[in-house]
């Protein structure tokens, strides 16, 4: 099996789809904005002006203006920055966990794969969020903690997919002629069964960074994710809670920002799922 | 084109007095690869009281006939391109779906091949026997309960009040089927269609559930349409015998001309390879070459690349004994069925030049 | 049936102890131990509080003995007593809020039921039909919208501008005054909005799972004999298909106890509901650490119970079980 042409075959059953080209079009417009904020707006996120305190959109704001007169749409670009890199390394820390104990679990079966499984089972018992905020009050909620947090407590469903993958792929015959080969365990580990496993974590990882976000803006509207004054979609909202009864924009664009990239990335997961394997289509 | 399948002119259990005549049946497939054919206009009828087999090897569409017959393919997939299937004279394709409930088990019934899953495993046996009384309105539940206990004992359950009971997982394969069984006959219907009745049970009970739908078809006078892929159990127990090959039938007779006269090469494959003709053998024997995939049918006749006749004479071509490809015809061109013999029909190139058509 | 029940809680047990292991865990995993740390959310952490702490971990004994006796503890529901000023036991704190949070878990879980299920049998039984691709469209706005942003658009519409719904508490501040279908009416209005929320997120899952599963079994043998017997559809799909798709769905309810027991910590803080979940809020910001331990702890006992009760429905459900265990 080539794996290039089966890259380019994927790619090719994925442009066809219009859902999962719409949603690979948003992700990529949330990145670029979130990179160049300066192409869409010259305020600086931070300034504060009390003179312009909760001013609609208009033409010199055209996303109104916060509680303490700072440009909304400006906090939103880069906010997006903040955002994305959060659900971005969150998510990459849960794979890279949930990738080792998979493998390990998966390759070495019986009293390993046992022990590490039960320690997944006991992990899926704490309501995750709670598990979240404990550790937060723990270790104090800072941009790098939050991706840390997220990332420790997320991973538990690529370690499950990353195990099944390789209990079946262990069995395969091109595992077995690369042993009788002489190659060692990491070896087989990372050259051969790491990328067959591929295909699955990448949709368990498009839509697990789409979960990291709305987990981040969970964290962040309650105050105890990305701190202010560092502006993010989740504490902006913070902003439009407070002033609910005057300033709708404060509510309405953050969280359509949330909303419309995590549909991008859900689209594009369930797209890539679709392309890998068109068997499971309209599951 | 004067043998079309399913003009009138074949036989007499094919005249109007026929219980189920299915006409040029054509049914295809949607699938992930685009459509796909899987019967090529299949025609065949039963009459009253007749026990019809239909043999074939598995994915030659024996049982997507059966289930066309009942309309029970999912469509889709599943689309009927063309034919008809009359039942007492009525086409059943175009009857709206509530008519064609009250057909389904009480005029035509079915046995289907695996007891283990063709249950539902949360209802108890007693509920889905009854069941068929309550669908037609024949009577009460509670009376549904009590037929549906004097049916189990009838198909010889053994303590039908405790496994009227019982839920499938609770009994064995022989017993499920002949739960099926009793569900099939509740109603007296007068056709029922066997789908590989026996073919997942242990051989000892095979025989038992043969010799109870042989039984019992002789005291409810019902028509059977007998799906099988042995040879043996036709021989036994069918009338007349139609053999099916990639979703066509290749020839049918009267059972016992078929075994004595095969034309088809298919068929004289098959029975040549049944050892000493008895009833022990119960696979279907082997045959050089495999079964085509649907999805690419070969133009011509379909049994071509593994016919015996069509090798022959590929062999005499390249060989420089013949001339002439004399048998070219069948890579080009799909065989229609031709008599060979009362109710007797074949569908063959080589058979038909050798034997002269509508030699009797 | 009843071994049935006590196996599978024998079988919990290696989890109640690995989570007892990992709360214990995530105590010490704090730089410097449960008091060595440096505070952002809490300045006021003073030396007087470190005191208390390391008299309740008993800091000074080596860590499996701490370990023991935290587990001695937990096992009658001590979780020390509460930072907060009023000092009072965590136990106590959490069991005067406890049936709120669960019977609006309860109620969030009922609506998920009473809708996702025949919304789920409706699209599958009509597969590819508009009424199908409008839920599946649905069903994927439903997973991408924050659902504290929806909780903050529903309260701008019909707590704001159209004024129909209360949007904070559990009752009116004239609740005492009404007469009781005023109160019965009072309470229902303060719910409609944190309940539904609440149960938004589950309803696009299980009615998509619910359309999976019905998928799956209609395409069985059994579906087929049912329709081959002559049933009409009504009784093919309700009587034969349902009672089957159904028993996958019962233990993904079951699993859906610690999204909303998460979910309740979201939307309780939002409405100003006075429930576990704005509890352990509560805690978080003032770093309650016996509280937050305590909550953290009882949520995943629920969790756990939650499967347990799952996995039983489901036996209950499923004759292939009950009676395996019977017999």
């Known amino acids: 099996m080539n794996g290039h042409s089966m890259l380019r075959e994927t790619l090719r059953r994925l442009s066809r789809n219009p859902l999962a080209v719409a949603g690979a079009a948003v992700v990529l417009f949330f990145c670029v904005l979130a990179l160049f904020p300066w192409l869409v707006s010259s305020h600086d996120p931070n300034r504060i002006d009390i003179l312009k305190i909760l001013e609609p959109p208009s033409g010199a704001h055209p996303l109104g203006t916060d509680d303490l007169g700072r440009d909304v749409l400006a906090r939103m670009l880069h906010g997006a920055r903040i955002s994305l890199s959060v659900g971005f390394v969150a998510e990459s820390i849960a794979i890279g966990i949930g990738l080792v104990i998979g493998l390990l679990a998966g390759y070495y079966g019986g009293k390993?794969?046992?022990?590490?499984?039960?320690?997944?089972?006991?992990?899926?018992?704490?309501?995750?969020?709670?598990?979240?905020?404990?550790?937060?009050?723990?270790?104090?909620?800072?941009?790098?903690?939050?991706?840390?947090?997220?990332?420790v407590t997320g991973w538990m469903g690529v370690a499950r997919l990353v195990r099944a993958e390789t209990l079946s792929l262990k069995e395969r015959d091109f595992v077995a002629a690369a042993r009788a080969?002489?190659?060692?365990?990491?070896?087989?580990?990372?050259?051969?069964?790491?990328?067959?496993?591929?295909?699955?974590?990448?949709?368990?990882?498009?839509?697990?960074?789409?979960?990291?976000?709305?987990?981040?803006?969970?964290?962040?509207?309650?105050?105890?994710?990305?701190?202010?004054?560092?502006?993010?979609?989740?504490?902006?909202?913070?902003?439009?809670?407070?002033?609910?009864?005057?300033?709708?924009?404060?509510?309405?664009?953050?969280?359509?920002?949330?909303?419309?990239?995590?549909?991008?990335?859900?689209?594009?997961?369930?797209?890539?799922?679709?392309?890998v394997d068109p068997r499971l289509k309209g599951r | 084109m004067p043998e079309t399948p399913g003009t009138p002119k074949t036989s007499g259990a094919e005249g109007p007095g026929a219980l189920l005549s299915v006409r040029s049946l054509k049914v295809g497939f949607d699938t992930e690869k685009g459509p796909v054919r899987a019967l090529f206009g299949v025609s065949f009828s039963v009459a009253p009281g007749e026990t019809v087999?239909?043999?074939?090897?598995?994915?030659?569409?024996?049982?997507?006939?059966?289930?066309?017959?009942?309309?029970?393919?999912?469509?889709?997939?599943?689309?009927?391109?063309?034919?008809?299937?009359?039942?007492?004279?009525?086409?059943?394709?175009?009857?709206?779906?509530k008519r064609m409930c009250d057909v389904r088990g009480k005029e035509i019934s079915m046995i289907f091949q695996e007891p283990m899953t063709s249950l539902n495993p949360v209802l108890t046996v007693g509920e889905q026997v009854a069941e068929v009384f309550t669908a037609h309105g024949a009577c009460g539940k509670r009376e549904a309960a009590d037929r549906a206990v004097e049916w189990l004992r009838k198909v010889r359950m053994p303590d039908p009040e405790r496994r009227a009971r019982e839920y499938p997982h609770q009994m064995s394969g022989g017993m499920r089927q002949r739960a099926m069984i009793a569900t099939a006959l509740a109603l007296?219907?007068?056709?029922?269609?066997?789908?590989?009745?026996?073919?997942?049970?242990?051989?000892?009970?095979?025989?038992?559930?043969?010799e109870l739908l042989q039984e019992m078809r002789e005291q409810e006078k019902m028509a059977v349409l007998l799906i099988t892929h042995d040879l043996g159990v036709v021989h036994d127990f069918a009338d007349r015998t139609a053999i099916m090959y990639l979703g066509r039938i290749v020839e049918i007779a009267p059972t016992r001309k078929l075994f004595a006269d095969p034309v088809h090469p298919y068929t004289q494959g098959l029975l040549a390879s049944l050892p000493g003709?008895?009833?022990?053998?119960?696979?279907?024997?082997?045959?050089?070459?495999?079964?085509?995939?649907?999805?690419?049918?070969?133009?011509?006749?379909?049994?071509?690349?593994?016919?015996?006749?069509?090798q022959g004479a590929i062999r005499r071509y390249q060989s420089g004994t013949s001339a002439q490809d004399d048998l070219a015809i069948c890579d080009r061109t799909d065989p229609s069925p031709s008599e060979y013999g009362p109710g007797h029909l074949a569908a063959c190139h080589h058979q038909r030049s050798a034997r002269g058509e509508g030699a009797r | 049936m009843l071994r049935y029940v006590v196996r599978r809680v024998l079988v919990s047990v290696p989890l109640l102890i690995g989570i007892s292991l990992i709360t214990f865990g995530v105590i010490n995993m704090a730089p410097g131990g449960p008091i060595g740390i440096s505070s952002d959310l809490n300045p006021k952490a003073t030396a007087e509080y470190r005191e208390r702490l390391k008299a309740y971990y008993g800091l000074d004994q080596p860590l499996?003995?701490?370990?023991?006796?935290?587990?001695?503890?937990?096992?009658?529901?001590?979780?020390?007593?509460?930072?907060?000023?009023?000092?009072?036991?965590?136990?106590?704190?959490?069991?005067?809020?406890?049936?709120?949070t669960l019977s609006i878990n309860v109620l969030s879980m009922a609506l998920i039921f009473l809708v996702a299920v025949p919304l789920g049998i409706y699209s599958a039984v009509r597969k590819g039909s508009v009424f199908d691709r409008v839920a599946t469209v649905t069903v994927f706005t439903g997973f991408a919208?924050?659902?504290?942003?929806?909780?903050?658009?529903?309260?701008?519409?019909?707590?704001?501008?159209?004024?129909?719904?209360?949007?904070?508490?559990?009752?009116?501040?004239?609740?005492?005054?009404?007469?009781?279908?005023?109160?019965?009416?009072?309470?229902?209005?303060?719910?409609?909005?944190?309940?539904?929320?609440?149960?938004?997120?589950?309803?696009?899952?299980?009615?998509?799972?619910?359309?999976?599963?019905?998928?799956?079994?209609?395409?069985?043998?059994?579906?087929?004999?049912?329709?081959?017997?002559?049933?009409?559809?009504?009784?093919?799909?309700?009587?034969h298909a349902v009672r089957n798709a159904l028993l996958p769905v019962i233990t993904i309810l079951g699993l859906s106890v610690p999204g909303l027991l998460g979910g309740s910590v979201i939307f309780e803080t939002i409405f100003a509901i006075p429930g576990m979940g704005q509890l352990f809020f509560q805690g978080v910001m003032s770093r309650d650490y016996p509280l937050i331990m305590g909550i953290l702890t009882i949520g995943a006992f629920l969790t756990l119970l939650g499967n347990i009760l799952a996995d039983v429905g489901y036996a209950l459900a499923d004759p292939r079980i009950k009676t395996e265990r019977a017999g």
């Open chain 1, 112 to 151: 390993v794969d046992s022990l590490l499984m039960r320690f997944v089972d006991i992990m899926l018992c704490f309501p995750t969020f709670f598990l979240i905020l404990a550790v937060i009050a723990f270790i104090g909620p800072s941009i790098w903690n939050i991706m840390f947090i997220i990332g």
């Open chain 1, 181 to 275: 080969q002489g190659a060692g365990t990491a070896r087989i580990l990372f050259r051969h069964i790491l990328p067959n496993t591929l295909a699955p974590i990448l949709v368990a990882a498009t839509l697990g960074v789409a979960g990291a976000i709305l987990v981040e803006s969970g964290l962040s509207f309650l105050g105890i994710g990305v701190q202010p004054p560092t502006p993010s979609w989740g504490n902006i909202l913070t902003a439009g809670k407070d002033n609910i009864e005057f300033a709708w924009w404060l509510s309405l664009f953050p969280g359509l920002a949330i909303f419309l990239t995590v549909l991008g990335y859900n689209l594009l997961g369930e797209g890539i799922r679709d392309a």
């Open chain 2, 53 to 97: 087999g239909l043999v074939g090897e598995s994915g030659c569409g024996k049982t997507v006939t059966a289930l066309a017959v009942l309309r029970l393919l999912q469509t889709p997939p599943a689309r009927i391109e063309g034919g008809e299937i009359f039942f007492r004279g009525e086409d059943l394709l175009p009857l709206p779906e």
């Open chain 2, 188 to 210: 007296s219907p007068s056709l029922v269609i066997a789908d590989e009745p026996t073919t997942a049970l242990d051989v000892t009970i095979q025989a038992q559930i043969m």
């Open chain 2, 277 to 310: 003709r008895n009833r022990g053998e119960k696979r279907l024997p082997s045959i050089p070459g495999t079964v085509p995939d649907l999805s690419a049918v070969p133009p011509g006749c379909p049994f071509a690349p593994r016919c015996p006749f069509r």
């Open chain 3, 64 to 100: 499996y003995v701490q370990y023991g006796r935290w587990l001695g503890r937990m096992a009658v529901l001590d979780f020390g007593d509460s930072f907060s000023a009023d000092g009072r036991k965590v136990w106590d704190k959490i069991r005067e809020r406890i049936l709120v």
């Open chain 3, 145 to 239: 919208i924050p659902t504290f942003w929806l909780a903050l658009l529903l309260m701008i519409l019909f707590g704001v501008r159209l004024g129909w719904l209360p949007i904070s508490g559990l009752v009116s501040l004239e609740y005492d005054t009404l007469p009781l279908a005023g109160k019965i009416l009072d309470r229902a209005a303060h719910l409609v909005l944190p309940v539904f929320l609440m149960a938004f997120g589950g309803l696009a899952g299980i009615s998509r799972y619910m359309r999976s599963t019905m998928l799956e079994v209609i395409r069985q043998d059994y579906i087929a004999a049912a329709r081959s017997k002559g049933l009409p559809e009504r009784a093919v799909v309700f009587r």
